[in-house]
């Protein structure tokens, strides 16, 4: 069974562009949560999808957005992009029952963002 | 508020040298307490669920316990390829946002 899967791996960007990172959950997981991973501050929530709606948002300025398609792949994207948004940005997909998360959530290898 | 703290920041255990790590949590109404251990470059893996006080998970060298404050993760006779950093997260009430403790590294040398 293949397991979340997350493109571009590593990426380099400047300040003011944006960019948009890509997730792929494991099939039949419906939810979709993503994260920002810093050295100084750990894992930070960003948002949670589940059915193309986001449920959960964390503590991040409006340039941070998802979204979520029909086929529970999901995307989020950062716009002008600053400094302090190098990060690891991980996605993780948990299954599901009756629209409730069951629990563990299962990550990708994440996405390595670079802003120079 | 919803908290998660994690001690020590890191540790470095000779192989087979037994330790525990700490991960406090104040949440109202624990809906599981989760642990994961994460390898450098990579995403965090799964390791234990934990739901009520009391509660104890095995896996190989890892026991994971759970209190009402506070879940200890065990580690028996490690060996090198332990070393990782551990994180322990909680969702926090009401939400499937999870908050993730900031982790321990631990280091284990042959």
């Given at each position: 069974k293949?397991g979340?899967?997350q493109t571009p791996?590593?990426?380099?960007?400047t300040?003011?562009?944006?960019?948009?990172l890509s997730?792929?959950p494991i099939?039949?997981?419906r939810s979709?949560?993503w994260?920002q991973q810093?050295?100084?501050?750990?894992?930070?929530f960003?948002?949670?999808?589940?059915s193309e709606?986001q449920?959960?948002?964390g503590n991040?300025?409006?340039?941070?957005?998802?979204r979520?398609?029909?086929?529970?792949?999901?995307?989020?994207?950062?716009s002008?992009?600053?400094?302090?948004?190098?990060a690891l940005?991980?996605?993780?997909?948990?299954?599901?029952?009756g629209?409730?998360?069951t629990?563990?959530?299962?990550?990708?290898?994440g996405?390595?963002?670079?802003v120079? | 508020e919803?908290?998660v703290?994690?001690?020590?920041?890191?540790?470095?255990?000779?192989?087979g040298?037994?330790?525990s790590?700490?991960?406090s949590?104040?949440?109202?109404g624990?809906r599981?307490?989760?642990?994961?251990?994460?390898?450098?470059?990579?995403?965090?893996?799964?390791l234990?669920?934990l739901?009520s006080?009391?509660?104890?998970?095995?896996?190989?060298?890892?026991?994971?316990?759970?209190?009402?404050?506070?879940?200890f993760?065990?580690?028996?006779a490690p060996?090198p390829?332990?070393?990782?950093t551990?994180?322990?997260?909680?969702?926090t009430?009401?939400?499937?946002?999870?908050i993730f403790?900031?982790g321990?590294?631990?280091k284990v040398?042959?």
């Amino acid at each position: 069974k293949a397991g979340v899967t997350q493109t571009p791996r590593y990426l380099i960007k400047t300040r003011g562009q944006q960019v948009t990172l890509s997730c792929s959950p494991i099939s039949g997981h419906r939810s979709v949560s993503w994260y920002q991973q810093t050295p100084g501050q750990g894992l930070q929530f960003l948002f949670e999808y589940f059915s193309e709606t986001q449920r959960n948002k964390g503590n991040f300025p409006g340039r941070f957005s998802g979204r979520q398609f029909s086929n529970s792949r999901s995307e989020m994207n950062v716009s002008t992009l600053e400094l302090g948004d190098s990060a690891l940005y991980l996605c993780a997909s948990s299954l599901t029952v009756g629209g409730k998360n069951t629990g563990e959530l299962f990550f990708g290898e994440g996405s390595r963002l670079t802003v120079l | 508020e919803d908290q998660v703290t994690q001690s020590p920041e890191a540790l470095r255990l000779q192989e087979g040298e037994s330790s525990s790590l700490n991960c406090s949590y104040t949440v109202s109404g624990l809906r599981g307490l989760f642990w994961y251990r994460q390898d450098p470059g990579k995403g965090p893996e799964f390791l234990f669920t934990l739901y009520s006080a009391g509660e104890e998970k095995e896996k190989e060298r890892l026991k994971a316990t759970l209190t009402k404050k506070e879940s200890f993760l065990h580690i028996t006779a490690p060996k090198p390829e332990d070393s990782a950093t551990y994180l322990c997260a909680v969702p926090t009430s009401g939400t499937y946002k999870y908050i993730f403790g900031t982790g321990t590294r631990l280091k284990v040398l042959a």
